[in-house]
T-cell receptor, first 112, second 112 residues
């Protein structure tokens, strides 16, 4: 069964204190791994797609990396506006699979 | 920026009422999805559609139904709401051939 586990569940950082969020996955062939940001009471906002081990994507203070078993979301010098829940999801490489399997997310709080 | 809309944003109703949650997208995406999300929990797929006149059930058992008569519109209906239906409902869409799904703002449903 496809599974996604995110850690830690919650993370508190001081502004400027860099850190990483982890997404471990078990999937029967990876079609894609997705990172989303979700603010309270809103829908997830798409951040990155990663397709193969070794791939990296960057956007402002965020950088996502992928290995064969996990992905990391690195946050460099975070600001209070980076506070949100970060979701990881995988899509399996099964013929015609429409399913994204989501983790529970990491709730990030950045204090000024 | 994704153009996907959901109405209403918040709904409080009594048990036994019939409700329809609306979802529309202006991006011409053929694939659309409905997810259910409880606080601090994963998103669970409840329905999806490949295109007009195509609908499928997702992994999470749901008493709701969907229809897809127009490409841009994917409403979800509950014939008789119950307190167990209290949750956040998220609509998403994507273009065939790309993996990332784009989400609407969600409808928070409370059934008393």
């Amino acid at each position: 069964e496809d599974q996604v586990t995110q850690s830690p569940e919650a993370l508190r950082l001081q502004e400027g204190e860099s850190s990483s969020l982890n997404c471990s996955y078990t999937v029967s062939g990876l079609r894609g791994l997705f990172w989303y940001r979700q603010d309270p009471g809103k829908g997830p906002e798409f951040l990155f797609t990663l397709y193969s081990a070794g791939e990296e994507k960057e956007k402002e203070r965020l950088k996502a990396t992928l290995t064969k078993k996990e992905s990391f979301l690195h946050i460099t010098a975070p600001k209070p506006e980076d506070s949100a829940t970060y979701l990881c999801a995988v899509q399996a490489l099964q013929g015609g699979s429409e399913k994204l399997v989501f983790g529970k997310g990491t709730k990030l709080t950045v204090n000024p | 920026e994704a153009d996907i809309y959901q109405t209403p944003r918040y709904l409080v109703i009594g048990t036994g009422k019939k409700i329809t949650l609306e979802c529309s997208q202006t991006m011409g995406h053929d694939k659309m999805y409905w997810y259910q999300q409880d606080p601090g929990m994963e998103l669970h797929l409840i329905h999806y559609s490949y295109g007009v006149n195509s609908t499928e059930k997702g992994d999470l058992s749901s008493e709701s139904t969907v229809s897809r008569i127009r490409t841009e519109h994917f409403p979800l209906t509950l014939e008789s709401a119950r307190p167990s239906h209290t949750s956040q409902y998220l609509c998403a869409s994507r273009l065939a051939g790309s993996g990332e799904q784009f989400f609407g703002p969600g409808t928070r449903l409370t059934v008393l």
